[in-house]
């Protein structure tokens, strides 16, 4: 076993549980199901642990009857638990994994505990009562089902019906759903933690099919060039909510030392043994998994030599990377590190979730400096910011391209016209009108984007190239905070700021971004963000957060930007 890393998880856990019973213990009546049992098995985990230092404590005896009055109160007569989407028999997989993992570490002491054996009851009871509903209820998302079958192959091992086993081969037939280049339906960093690799684990090894473990490994090989060196992963490229978030890759930690041990990996525990320094995530869980898998908490393998690439947090990294199930790239050169995303999912009719929308095409970033979104919005009909249709890659260039059209409506031909003047109402893609447009002639008008990324030593070429309507763009620059800009003035919208001429730069502790060249300030061609009308119609925005800096000029010809990294000599 390594014993340094059973002794950080525990210490870790010891001071997370020590912190909820000081400070939020009271609120357990107001938890929903999956914190309080999440907060159960905590509870349940560091009390069973030799090396914690709540071993034995009898003292949480009254915390674990809160969590469990809290767990039978939101049962309700499904004997699933009632939440956000309802009696949802997915959300109430979450939770029961946790109780099926509780009951496990319970069962697997050498002898009953007092303060356990009344815990054992009430909690295999709800497994009794929600068995039937898990084996009958759906998911609505593609993960859902690979949580359920983790729960009923958990709950078969405490309580074997042959229904149980049935209904999760039912739902396996399917087929997981892993894309070509590794990465899920969803290609999400959240969802492949949080809840599609621990579950394909947890069925590999409570139900005996470990065939599910190749899908573990492919999903973890995939992210492997997408770790970032200030703990976070990239995520742009998701279709959840985590498009929009900076995801730390704390979560990542499980997957990749269970096979690294399990596969004698190197490149795997080059990845555990940096997601290692990161501050844990959930560590109590964590410290009960390694009580239940015997892979997880034994020493890792070797890590091989690193190649030298001095800005990667992994030594077994490649320089260029591609995920071509969704048009992402990644170039590493000469200290930087950019990536390229023309992966969008089609707006139709506008936004949606479990869509991937996030109209970042550009990220580059230079040591502690970081250029987190490059957008291009366009005054097009009102029809939202560039979003790439068509991706290439050439070598260490990427070609991103986009053609919108709108459309001007002609009168109603003779035979379509009706007397009482009321027409069917049709979406014609920009809004919704009750005027038959699919019945009417149309002129279109048109606007062709096309951008060149080109990866260089430490720094990125941006070409881009307008074909159609003329109109006015702004190529937005969001800069992550806590940096300087220099080269800029103050821009048309409070608190941001427009490049007019020359080159731009941002700074972070000697670190250095330099952008340009601007473009000469002009009233009509506005220096804003615009989300597009699906957004706006309901005073929403889906725009990034940071500092602000916009290159506002018109969609003639072509423009050319250049992104260049360096360190200031100290």
């Given at each position: ?6 002794e ?67 049962q ?21 994994n ?12 050498a002898?009953?505990?007092p ?16 068995a ?26 405490l ?7 049935d ?90 030392r ?19 320094t ?15 898998d ?16 001095a ?33 969008c ?8 979730s ?5 109209p ?20 097009f ?8 249709q ?8 990427v ?54 990324v ?10 881009i ?49 330099e ?25 929403g ?12 000029g ?17």
């Amino acid at each position: 076993m390594d014993t340094v890393f059973i002794e950080q998880v525990a210490g870790a856990a010891d001071r997370h549980v020590a912190e909820f019973l000081a400070t939020r213990d009271d609120d357990v009546p107001a938890l929903a199901h999956r914190p309080a049992m999440a907060m159960l098995l905590d509870l349940v985990t560091v009390y069973t642990a030799p090396g914690s230092g709540f071993h034995r404590q009898e003292h949480l005896r009254g915390a674990m009857d809160r969590c469990l009055d809290r767990l039978e109160a939101l049962q309700g007569p499904t004997g699933l638990f009632d939440g956000t989407n309802l009696c949802s028999p997915p959300d109430s997989a979450f939770t029961l994994n946790d109780v099926c993992l509780a009951l496990r570490l319970i069962r697997g002491l050498a002898a009953p505990d007092p303060v356990l054996d009344p815990v054992d009851r009430r909690l295999a009871a709800i497994v009794d009562r929600s068995a039937d509903a898990m084996v009958a209820g759906g998911v609505h998302t593609p993960n859902h089902r690979w949580e359920l079958c983790a729960a009923l192959a958990q709950m078969n091992m405490l309580q074997p019906r042959q229904d149980i086993l049935d209904r999760m081969e039912q739902w396996l037939a399917e087929g997981i759903d892993q894309l070509a280049d590794g990465m899920y339906s969803e290609r999400s960093p959240l969802y492949a933690t949080a809840v599609t690799n621990p579950s394909l684990l947890t069925i590999a090894d409570a139900a005996g099919r470990h065939e599910l473990l190749d899908h573990v490994r492919r999903n973890l090989t995939a992210f492997l060039p997408w770790f970032n060196t200030d703990g976070t992963v990239e995520s742009v490229f998701s279709r959840r909510q985590d498009q929009w978030m900076s995801f730390g890759a704390a979560p990542f930690l499980h997957g990749y030392r269970r096979l690294a041990v399990q596969d004698g990996r190197g490149d795997f525990a080059a990845a555990a043994t940096w997601l290692g320094t990161l501050p844990l995530h959930e560590p109590a869980k964590l410290l009960a998994l390694t009580r239940l898998d015997p892979w997880l908490g034994m020493a890792l393998p070797a890590v091989p030599p690193s190649d030298g690439a001095a800005s990667l947090p992994l030594p077994l990294v490649p320089a260029d990377a591609a995920l071509e199930s969704c048009g992402a790239y990644r170039f590493r050169r000469g200290g930087a590190v950019a990536t390229v995303f023309g992966g969008c999912d089609p707006l139709e009719p506008g936004v949606g979730s479990g869509l991937a929308t996030n109209p970042t095409f550009l990220r580059f970033r230079h040591g502690s400096a970081e250029l987190s979104h490059v957008r291009l919005s366009r005054s097009f009909f009102d029809l939202g910011p560039f979003r790439s249709q068509h991706t290439v890659r050439h070598g260490s260039s990427v070609v991103l391209s986009e053609e919108l059209t709108a459309n001007f409506y002609q009168p109603l031909p003779a035979g379509k016209l009706r007397a009482d003047g009321i027409y069917p109402l049709e979406h014609e893609g920009r809004f919704s009108a009750g005027m038959e447009f699919s019945a009417r002639p149309k002129d279109v008008h048109r606007l062709a984007t096309q951008m060149t990324v080109e990866a260089g030593e430490g720094e990125i070429g941006l070409d881009i190239g307008f074909q159609g309507t003329r109109t006015a763009f702004a190529l937005e620059l969001t800069f992550a905070p806590g940096g300087e800009l220099g080269g800029v003035q103050p821009g048309a919208v409070p608190g941001t700021f427009q490049l007019v001429s020359g080159t731009g730069t941002y700074s972070v502790d000697g670190d250095v971004i330099e952008f340009g060249p601007g473009l000469a300030a002009d009233a009509d061609a506005p220096a804003a963000y615009n989300p597009g009308e699906s957004y706006r119609y309901l005073a929403g925005t889906n725009a990034s957060a940071g500092l602000k800096v916009y290159i506002a000029g018109w969609t003639e010809g072509s423009q050319q930007f250049t992104f260049r990294g360096y360190t200031r000599p100290e």
